[in-house]
C-alpha cells in the first residue's frame, strides 16, 4: 500500500503550482466541470457564471453569464449532456443555461433565496434548497415543479445517489436524513458527526459518499451499508467542501485552514497538500484527470487585487 501511495504523489511532484485565472469581479462560489471535462464554470457573488474551455493544458474563458439579480451561489453541470448548466441564486432564481449558444434557456422562479442545487443522475430532475429549508423538485424538461419540501431542520447541502432512488440531506444537528425517491420518504437518518454536517459528495464509483461537518472532520461511508468505514482528520477548520477524484481513489477536502488535503480514499493516508492564501469554499475534480478547480476567499492583506479568481492545480509546470 505504501508504494500505492507513493505512486499518486509521484503523480503529483511536478504539479506544484497553481494556476490562477481571473474569473469574476467579486468572490467566487461555487466551480464545476462539465460531464466531458472540456468546460469549466464558475458562479459568484458578482451575480456572474463564467464558462472556461479546457485546451489541453490551458484553460481559455469563453464566456460570461448575465440574468442574475443576485449572487450565484452554487452551480452544477447536467450529468450527461456536456452544455447545459444551472445555478442557484439569491434572487429567488433557478436559471439553466446552453453553453453551445451562450445563453439562459429557462428561468424557474422559487419561493426563496436559494443557496443549494444538484441534477438527478438520469438528469429529469433539478432539486433547489433555499435560506429557508424548502427544497423543490423541478421537471427538467417543462421547467414546472414536481414537488416541494419543507423540513424542520437546517439543511445545508443536498445529493441523490447514483442511482437516483434516494436522496440525501445533510443538516445543521450532525445528520444525514436520506429519503426514498421520488416518493420523498424518510428512510433513515445516520448520525454522523457531533456538529453541523456541512457538505455532502458521491464517490464516482458507487463505493462511497463522504460528508464534511464543523467538528473539521470527513467522514466516510459504504453507500450499500451506511456505516462509517473512516475518518480524515488533518483539518483543522470546518469542512466546507469536498471532492472525489475522477477513479475515485483520492478525496480533496477544504475549510479555512491555509491548506488543501489530499487524501488516499482506501486508507486515508495523505497524498498531498495544496497550499493556499486564504480559506478554500469550493473543490471540484476533473471527471477525467487528475486536475483540480478550486477558489479562494478574497479577503487578505493586499486587499482585493486577487478577488475573483479561480485556481487550477494539475497542470504540469512546463505548460
Known amino acids: 500500500m505504501a508504494a500505492y501511495i507513493e505512486n499518486l504523489q509521484d503523480v503529483f511532484k511536478n504539479c506544484d503550482k497553481i494556476k490562477d485565472i481571473l474569473a469574476h469581479s467579486a468572490k467566487v462560489h461555487s466551480v464545476a466541470w462539465s460531464c466531458d471535462g472540456r468546460k469549466l464554470a464558475s458562479g459568484s457573488f458578482d451575480k456572474t457564471v463564467s ?6 493544458d490551458r484553460l481559455n474563458k469563453d464566456f460570461t453569464f ?26 429567488k432564481t433557478v436559471r439553466i443555461w446552453d453553453a453551445r449558444i451562450n445563453k439562459s434557456v429557462a428561468t424557474v422562479n422559487t419561493r426563496g433565496e436559494n443557496i443549494n442545487i444538484c441534477w438527478s443522475p ?5 432539486a433547489v434548497g433555499n435560506k429557508e429549508d424548502l427544497v423543490t423538485f423541478i421537471d427538467a424538461r417543462t421547467h414546472r415543479s414536481r414537488a416541494e ?35 420523498l420518504k424518510l428512510q433513515y437518518v445516520l448520525n454522523a458527526h457531533p456538529a453541523n454536517c456541512i ?25 450499500d451499508q451506511l456505516v462509517c468505514v473512516r475518518t480524515f ?24 485552514d491555509l491548506v488543501i488535503d489530499i487524501a488516499e480514499v482506501e486508507t486515508g493516508q495523505k497524498v498531498t497538500e495544496i497550499p493556499c492564501e486564504t480559506p478554500t469554499f469550493t473543490v471540484a475534480w476533473h471527471p477525467k484527470r487528475y486536475l483540480l478547480a478550486f477558489a479562494c476567499d478574497d479577503k487578505h492583506d493586499r486587499g482585493d487585487r486577487d478577488s475573483g479568481m479561480v485556481k487550477v492545480f494539475g497542470f504540469p509546470n512546463d505548460s
Open 122 to 126: 438520469d438528469g429529469s430532475t433539478i
Open 233 to 256: 482528520a488533518r483539518l483543522d477548520w470546518p469542512v466546507r467542501t469536498l471532492s472525489f477524484s475522477y477513479d475515485g481513489k483520492m478525496l480533496a477536502t477544504a475549510s479555512e
Open 66 to 91: 448575465r440574468g442574475h439579480g443576485d449572487s450565484v451561489d452554487q452551480l452544477c453541470w447536467h450529468p450527461s449532456n456536456p452544455d447545459h448548466l444551472v445555478t442557484a441564486s439569491g434572487d
Open 199 to 223: 457538505c455532502i459528495e458521491f464517490d464516482p464509483t458507487g463505493s462511497y459518499f463522504a460528508t464534511g461537518s464543523a467538528d473539521a472532520l470527513v467522514s466516510l461511508w459504504d453507500v
Open 51 to 56: 464558462i472556461f474551455s479546457l485546451d489541453r
Open 149 to 183: 419540501e419543507q423540513f424542520k431542520f437546517e439543511v445545508n447541502e443536498i445529493s441523490w445517489n447514483n442511482e437516483g432512488d434516494l436522496f440525501f440531506l445533510t443538516s445543521g444537528q450532525g445528520s444525514i436524513h436520506i429519503l426514498s425517491y421520488p416518493d
